[in-house]
């Protein structure tokens, strides 16, 4: 069955960086692309950016472009995303979702478990 | 960006009884394909968010029938047919024919 299995939580300073790492199974991983989405404590969801597994491309909410970096490595199916110059309002559950591969609409059908980040002095 | 606006906030509901819950948008979420692509997520408390509902109106594997959406360009709904104490949560609507993708606020479903 499909699985995305998240890091364990991080507590990080302001202006420190976070990775954090979403490893998928039960799926073929370069058919498909991941999405990370951020719910700020008792809020809503908030896409924050897609790679693909077939070609590496990448796509970030504009807020973030130049702070952040996804990666993947397709040896341990693992999708990464590095979040720099970290504020205290990114404090929240970072989800990560399988979506689509390329160019296109986008799903989100299999979710991880999320992946709390308390950003603290 | 394109806006979802849900409604309600909140809907208390008698066990047993519907529910329904409406997403606009701001703007057509047809894609070059032909197909909406306007998904319903549920999130049970401290659980992650879980598919419901694809383009508009197809359930996902393993849903129960008594949920079901409808709509077309930009007006949609969630229904719940009869309403059981494991639905509690908050309901999200997202679209994902433009990037980037964007979700409604949320409407939080509680038992009365």
């Known amino acids: 069955q499909v699985q995305l299995v998240q890091s364990a939580a991080e507590v990080k300073r302001p202006g420190a960086s976070v990775k954090v790492s979403c490893k998928t199974s039960g799926y073929t991983f370069s058919n498909y692309g991941i999405s990370w989405i951020r719910q700020a404590p008792g809020q809503g969801l908030e896409w924050v950016a897609w790679?693909?597994?077939?070609?590496?491309?990448?796509y970030s909410a504009q807020r973030l472009q130049g702070r952040i970096t996804m990666t993947i490595d397709t040896s341990t199916r693992t999708a990464y995303m590095e979040l720099r110059r970290l504020t205290f309002d990114e404090t929240g559950i970072y989800y990560c979702?399988?979506?689509?591969?390329?160019?296109?609409?986008?799903?989100?059908?299999?979710w991880g478990q999320g992946t709390l980040l308390t950003v603290s002095s | 960006d394109v806006v979802l606006t849900q409604s309600p906030l909140s809907l208390p509901v008698t066990l047993g009884q519907p529910a329904s819950i409406s997403c606009i948008s701001s703007?057509?979420?047809?894609?070059?394909?032909?197909?909406?692509?306007l998904n319903w997520f549920q999130q049970r408390p401290g659980q992650s968010p879980r598919l419901l509902i694809y383009r508009i109106s197809n359930r996902d594997s393993g849903v129960p029938v008594r949920f079901s959406g409808s709509g077309s360009g930009t007006v949609f709904t969630l229904k719940i047919s009869r309403v059981e104490a494991e639905d509690v949560g908050v309901y999200y609507c997202?679209?994902?024919?433009?990037?980037?993708?964007?979700f409604g606020g949320g409407t939080k479903v509680e038992i009365k």
């Open positions: 703007q057509s979420l047809e894609y070059s394909d032909g197909n909406t692509y």
């Open positions: 997202m679209q994902g024919a433009h990037w980037p993708v964007t």
């Open positions: 790679i693909s597994a077939y070609n590496g491309n990448t």
């Open positions: 979702a399988r979506d689509i591969p390329a160019g296109g609409a986008s799903f989100m059908d299999y």
